[in-house]
C-alpha cells in the first residue's frame, strides 16, 4: 500500500503498482498535460510539458519537503509518500513557457488541420498557453510529405515528441522513423528508399500529439467534431481489436483503436483499420430478391418473412450455414430459428477464411491469420445444436446423405464469398437462401437473396481467439433496403419489436456452459469466457 | 604560486614527447608498474578519494566517490568511458594533452580502469582531433606492444580492452549521456538520469565517464601520492562544508584579448587577474580589458572589476557565473560589444541544441532571433527582458530540461544582462533610435524577419 499525495489529496495505490505522476493524477481526475509521454511506449521525458512540483513526506513526521527544481511527472515514480503539485503558479508559468515555445514556429493552420478539434497542441494552448504571441518569428508552412503509403507528414506542425519514431522502434520493431537534423531544425523523416511500410502503421497517426501525421485515407474526409465515436470491435480478424467506429450520419469515416489491455492495448493494424471501405461499396447487395418463373422480383421484408417461413416449413429437411461473421446472437437466433423448422436440421459453420499465418509484433501485438471475427463464438453455437462442430467442407456430403430439402447460408464476408465456384448441394435441394454482402456465384444460385448487414452496421458480441466476448452496439445504420440480420431471425422466430441483443445474450448465457461468464454486464473491455469455465 | 612546479604539462615540450619511449624514459608507467604489483583496485579508489580530485570536464564532481557509485556486485562488464569530446568554445587543455603527452592519459585511464574493475575502455575523440587521433592511436598500439593493455597486463591478471571511437562533430556529445548515446550509435541525446551511468551507462552497463584532463591528474595523484596533490590548490570555503574543496594543478586555457594566449598549467584557485598578467602578457596591444569569460562560453561572464574571482571550482559561482567549468578563460577586451558577444554565444548555442526538450531547442532560437534583430538596428528595450526571462527559464537548475547544456546557453544571456544592462540598452538605443521604445508586440506575420533580410548595422 502506497499513499500518494496529489495536490493535497492523498491517494492510496496498492502495493506493486508502478504508476507515475501523470496516472495517479488521473486517478483524481486531474489531468497533467503531456505530449511525449505514452502508456506504451518508453519515458523519454523530453517535452517537458508535464513538470510539476515534487516532494516526500517523511514517514515518521509527516513534514513534506519539495524540490526545488520542476520535474516531469511522466518520469516521477509514484511511491509511498511521494507529493504532487499540478496546480501551482510555478508549473502554470512552465507549461504556459512551453506551449509558447512549441507555438514559435508552428505554422499555426488549423483550418486546414484534420487535427483541430482532437489536437493536444490547440487544446494544451487554450487552457495553459498564452493569450498573446511575443515572439515576432514567421511561422513556418504546412510543408507535407509523404512518409509510407498510409502516412503523410505534416513537416512543421511536429513538436519532436518522438512518440512515432519509439512506435517504429519499440512495438513494430521496424524502426522506420527517425530525427534528422538539430535543434530546432529536426525533422521527423525516414531513410530514402525505405518509407514507413509496416502493418501497424496508421497507429503514428493516433500516437501523434499534433497533426504532424495525417491519415493518407482520412485526410480531408470530414472534420473531427462532426463525427461520433461509436464503441465497436474490429471484424477484420480473429485478434478482435476494441475499436472506436467513427461516424457521421450513417457513413463511417474512420476506425480508431480503442484501449484494452488484454486485447490490442492502444494498437490496431492497418489491415483493420483501413478495411471498412467495403462498408459504403456500390457494389453492396441493398434489395431482398427472389427467383421466381419470370425472373427476379423484389420483396418487401415484412412479406419475405412469411414467405420464408411458409416454404421453409414445407420443404422438409433444413440445413443453416452460420457465418462466422455473425454475432454470437445472431447465431443463436438463427440456429433456433433452423431447429424450430425442423428439429433436426443440420446446422454448420461457414467458410473460415484464413491469409498466411499469425504475425506477432515484438510487444506482443498478434494480427491473426484467421479473418473473421467471431469463428470461436459460432463454433461454440454450432457444437451446442449439433452435438459436434459441423464444417462447411463437411456440409454437402451431410445434406445428400439426410436428404436435406433447404438450405440458408449467411455471409457477411467483405471479400467474395470464400469458395468462389458455385457449389453443389445436390440436385434434390428445392430452396436456397443466401445471405450475404455482394454478389457471388452462390448468390447466383439461391432462391432467395437477401442483403445482410456489415460489422459496424451488426450489434451484439464477437468472441476472440483467445475466448474473450466483447458485446456492442451498432454503429450506423445499413443502407436502406437492408435488414440486419439479428433483425430478422428475430422476426422469423416471432419475437414482438426490435432485437434485443442484451436479452439474447442472456438466453445464450443460460443455455451455453461456454457463455455463462457472460451473463454478467459486458465490461468495455469485454470479458474471459474461459475463466468462469476453469472455475466451473 | 612561485614555487609551483608544472607537471601535466611537464613533458610536452620535449622533443618527440608523445612517442612511448619519451614518456617511459622520463619516469612514465612507473606508477602503473607498482600499483599493478602492490596495489589493489581499493587502494587505488581511496587514493584519489583521499586526493580530493575532482573532474575536469565541467561539473566538478569528485572522481573518487562517482567511482563508488558503481554496483558492489554487478556480474559486469563495467565500462569506462574516456571524455575526449573536448568542444567547449574557449577549450583546448584535452587537446594539447592528447596530441603532446598521450600516454599520461593511458596511464591514468589504465589505472582508473584498474580501480574500477572496468574491462573495456573507449575513448570518445572529438572529430576535429585528427592529429589527438593519431596520436592516441599510436600510444594505445604502444601500450599494447608494451603489455600494458590486453590480457593479464603485467602478469596481475587483470585485463583491458581500450578502444577509440572519434564522434561526428557535435557538441551535444560531450554532455554525459549525449555521448553515451552516440558511443551505442545513436542520436546524441541525453538521457534522463535517474538512472545515472554509473548504474547504467554504455549499453546500459555500469559505466565510468571521466574526462582525459582528470585521467592525467589519477597518473600524477597515483605516482606522487594524494598528499602532494592535496597540498595544491584551496581548501573548501569555511561557510560552505559541502563544498569539496578544489585541489590540484589545473589547466587553463587563456585565449582571446591577451598578448601570449596559451594553455597554462597553474594551481586552483588562481585568479583571472593573475592569469592574465603572470601567464598571459597581460591584455592584448595594452588594451583594457572589458570582461572574461572564466571556464568555457557556457559558464558567463565577468567584469573587469570582478577578475580578482578564484578560478576554483566556487569561485565563479560566487561571482554570479555558472561555475568553473572547463578553466578556458577568455579575455574580452573594451573594443568588444556585449551584443556582439552575446549573438556570437546565442548563435552557437541555437545551432548546436540537441534538440530534445522544447524550452531549451526553442528558447535558444528564439533568443538567436531576438539578437538578430537587435542587430539589424530593429531591437526595442523589451526585447531586453525577453532575453531575461527565456534564459531564466531554460536549464536544469529550474528544471525545465533533461540536461545542463542548456543552463550553459542560458548563463551568457544572465550575466551579460544583469552585469553589461547599460551596455546593452545603450546598443538598442543607438542602433534604433526611432524604434528602441515600443512595446507593443509585433504582428508575428508581418514583422517576421528571416537571416537573408538582415543587414547589421554597426
Not at chain 1, 481526475?29 to 510539458?49: D, F, K, N, Q
Not at chain 1, 490490442?264 to 453492396?284: I, K, T
Not at chain 1, 453455437?381 to 447460408?409: C, D, K, N, T, Y
Not at chain 2, 538605443?429 to 521604445?437: A, H, Q, V
Amino acid at each position: 500500500m502506497a499513499t500518494v499525495i496529489v495536490d493535497g489529496q492523498e491517494v492510496e495505490l496498492p502495493s506493486g503498482s508502478a504508476l507515475n505522476g501523470i496516472q495517479v493524477a488521473k486517478q483524481l481526475g486531474i489531468e497533467v498535460p503531456h505530449y511525449c509521454w505514452h502508456p506504451g511506449l518508453t519515458v523519454v521525458a523530453s517535452c517537458r510539458m508535464c513538470l510539476v512540483e515534487t516532494g516526500r513526506r517523511d514517514p515518521a513526521t509527516g513534514q513534506i519537503t519539495m524540490m526545488g527544481k520542476l520535474s516531469p511527472a511522466c518520469q516521477t515514480p509514484a511511491t509511498d509518500g511521494t507529493v504532487f503539485v499540478t496546480n501551482s503558479e510555478k508549473v502554470r508559468a512552465a507549461r504556459a513557457m512551453v506551449e509558447e515555445d512549441l507555438l514559435i514556429r508552428h505554422p499555426v493552420d488549423c483550418p486546414i488541420c484534420d487535427k483541430a478539434g482532437e489536437c493536444h497542441l490547440q487544446d494544451y494552448h487554450f487552457e495553459h498557453g498564452r493569450d498573446q504571441r511575443r515572439a515576432d518569428i514567421r511561422p513556418f508552412t504546412s510543408r507535407r510529405r509523404p512518409v509510407g503509403d498510409t502516412v503523410t507528414l505534416f513537416v512543421d506542425r511536429c513538436v519532436m515528441c518522438t512518440r512515432c519514431v519509439r512506435f517504429t522502434r519499440e512495438i513494430t520493431g521496424t524502426s522506420e522513423l527517425m530525427v534528422i537534423n538539430r535543434g530546432s531544425h529536426e525533422e521527423i523523416d525516414v531513410f530514402p528508399g525505405y518509407p514507413l511500410a509496416n502493418k501497424l502503421s496508421g497507429n503514428v497517426v493516433d500516437l501523434c500529439p499534433v497533426g504532424a501525421l495525417g491519415d493518407v485515407d482520412f485526410l480531408y474526409q470530414q472534420r473531427v467534431w462532426f463525427m461520433k465515436r461509436q464503441p465497436h470491435v474490429c471484424a477484420g480478424c480473429a485478434t478482435g481489436c476494441s475499436i472506436f467506429v467513427e461516424e457521421n450520419q450513417d457513413r463511417v469515416y474512420r476506425l480508431k483503436p480503442r484501449e484494452n489491455a488484454a486485447v490490442n492495448q492502444w494498437w490496431m493494424c492497418d489491415e483493420g483499420r483501413y478495411g471498412f471501405a467495403h462498408l459504403h461499396s456500390p457494389d453492396r447487395m441493398t434489395s431482398p430478391r427472389r427467383r421466381g418463373d419470370s425472373g427476379w422480383a423484389d420483396v418487401e421484408w415484412s412479406q419475405l418473412v412469411v414467405e420464408l417461413d411458409q416454404q421453409l416449413r414445407a420443404a422438409g429437411r433444413f440445413a443453416v450455414v452460420l457465418s462466422p461473421h455473425l454475432t454470437v446472437e445472431e447465431a443463436y437466433l438463427l440456429a433456433c430459428y433452423a431447429r424450430s423448422v425442423d428439429a433436426q436440421a443440420l446446422i454448420a459453420l461457414g467458410p473460415v477464411p484464413t491469409e498466411g499465418t499469425d504475425e506477432t509484433f515484438p510487444q506482443g501485438f498478434t494480427i491473426s491469420a484467421e479473418k473473421c471475427p467471431n469463428r470461436q463464438g459460432v463454433a461454440a453455437i454450432v457444437q451446442h445444436f449439433q452435438g459436434s462442430l459441423l464444417e462447411f467442407a463437411e456440409l454437402p456430403a451431410r445434406m445428400a446423405a439426410e436428404g436435406v430439402r433447404s438450405l440458408w447460408v449467411s455471409g457477411g464476408y467483405k471479400t467474395d464469398w470464400p469458395a468462389t465456384a458455385a457449389i453443389d448441394f445436390g440436385s434434390e435441394l428445392r430452396l436456397l437462401i443466401v445471405q450475404d454482402l455482394f454478389a457471388s456465384p452462390l448468390w447466383e444460385q439461391a432462391t432467395f437473396q437477401l442483403p445482410g448487414a456489415a460489422f459496424a452496421e451488426r450489434a451484439g458480441s464477437y468472441v476472440n481467439r483467445h475466448d474473450r466476448l466483447q458485446s456492442f452496439a451498432w454503429a450506423i445504420r445499413p443502407p436502406a433496403g437492408v435488414m440486419v440480420e439479428g433483425q430478422l431471425y428475430w422476426r422469423l422466430l416471432g419475437r414482438p419489436g426490435l432485437y434485443q441483443a442484451r436479452e439474447v445474450l442472456h438466453e445464450v448465457a443460460r443455455e451455453l456452459l461456454y457463455f455463462a461468464a457472460a451473463s454478467e454486464p459486458i465490461a468495455e473491455t469485454g470479458v474471459d469466457l474461459k475463466v468462469l469455465q476453469l472455475a466451473k | 604560486m612561485a614555487d609551483f612546479e608544472p607537471v601535466l604539462l611537464a613533458n610536452i615540450h620535449l622533443p618527440d614527447s608523445h612517442t612511448f619511449d619519451v614518456y617511459e624514459g622520463k619516469g612514465g608507467y612507473r606508477a602503473l608498474r607498482k600499483t599493478m604489483r602492490e596495489l589493489k583496485p581499493v587502494d587505488v579508489i581511496e587514493m584519489v578519494k583521499a586526493s580530493g580530485l575532482r573532474g575536469r570536464g565541467g561539473a566538478g564532481f569528485p572522481t573518487g566517490l562517482k567511482w563508488t557509485f558503481l554496483p558492489k556486485d554487478h556480474p559486469g562488464p563495467v565500462y569506462f568511458l574516456l571524455n575526449a569530446d573536448e568542444s567547449e568554445p574557449g577549450t583546448f587543455n584535452n587537446r594539447i594533452l592528447m596530441e603532446e603527452d598521450p600516454h599520461q592519459i593511458l596511464e591514468g585511464l589504465i589505472l582508473s580502469c584498474f580501480a574500477t574493475r572496468a574491462t573495456a575502455a573507449y575513448i570518445y575523440l572529438r572529430y576535429e582531433y585528427p592529429l589527438a587521433l593519431e596520436r592516441m592511436q599510436r600510444a594505445v598500439d604502444e601500450c599494447y606492444r608494451a603489455r600494458y593493455l590486453g590480457a593479464n597486463i603485467l602478469g596481475s591478471g587483470y585485463s583491458l580492452d581500450v578502444t577509440l571511437h572519434r564522434g561526428a562533430a557535435a557538441y551535444i556529445c560531450g554532455e554525459e549521456t549525449g555521448l553515451i548515446e552516440s558511443l551505442e550509435g545513436k542520436r546524441a541525446w541525453p538521457r534522463i538520469k535517474p538512472p545515472f551511468p554509473a548504474v547504467e551507462g554504455v549499453f546500459r552497463k555500469p559505466t565510468v565517464v571521466n574526462n582525459v584532463e582528470t585521467a592525467a591528474c589519477v597518473t600524477q595523484i597515483m605516482s606522487r601520492g594524494s598528499d602532494w596533490f592535496k597540498s595544491i590548490g584551496v581548501p573548501p570555503p569555511a561557510d560552505n562544508p559541502r563544498d569539496a574543496g578544489s585541489y590540484g594543478p589545473k589547466l587553463y586555457c587563456l585565449s582571446g584579448h591577451i598578448e601570449r594566449p596559451g594553455c597554462y598549467e597553474a594551481p586552483l584557485g588562481i585568479t583571472v587577474r593573475q592569469l592574465v598578467d603572470q601567464y598571459g602578457g597581460g591584455v592584448w596591444r595594452g588594451r583594457k580589458a572589458k570582461a572574461a569569460i572564466p571556464g568555457g562560453i557556457s559558464m558567463g561572464l565577468l567584469r573587469e572589476d570582478e577578475f580578482d574571482c578564484p578560478l576554483d571550482f566556487s569561485g565563479p559561482g560566487r561571482y554570479g557565473c555558472l561555475g568553473l567549468g572547463t578553466a578556458a578563460v577568455v579575455i574580452l577586451d573594451e573594443t568588444v560589444s556585449i551584443m556582439d558577444y552575446l549573438y556570437n554565444s546565442a548563435r552557437f548555442f541555437a545551432h548546436e541544441r540537441g534538440g530534445q526538450c522544447p524550452p531549451c531547442r526553442e528558447g535558444t532560437s528564439w533568443a538567436l532571433k531576438i539578437l538578430e534583430r537587435i542587430r539589424a538596428g530593429r531591437g526595442r528595450l523589451k526585447d531586453l527582458d525577453l532575453l531575461a526571462e527565456i534564459a531564466g527559464s531554460i536549464g536544469i537548475i529550474p528544471g525545465t530540461t533533461i540536461c545542463g547544456l542548456a543552463d550553459g546557453a542560458a548563463w551568457p544571456m544572465k550575466n551579460a544582462l544583469s552585469k553589461f544592462r547599460e551596455e546593452c540598452e545603450e546598443t538598442i538605443k543607438r542602433t534604433n533610435p526611432k524604434g528602441w521604445m515600443v512595446t507593443d508586440p509585433v504582428p508575428a506575420l508581418e514583422a517576421g524577419i528571416t537571416v537573408h533580410e538582415l543587414k547589421a548595422v554597426h
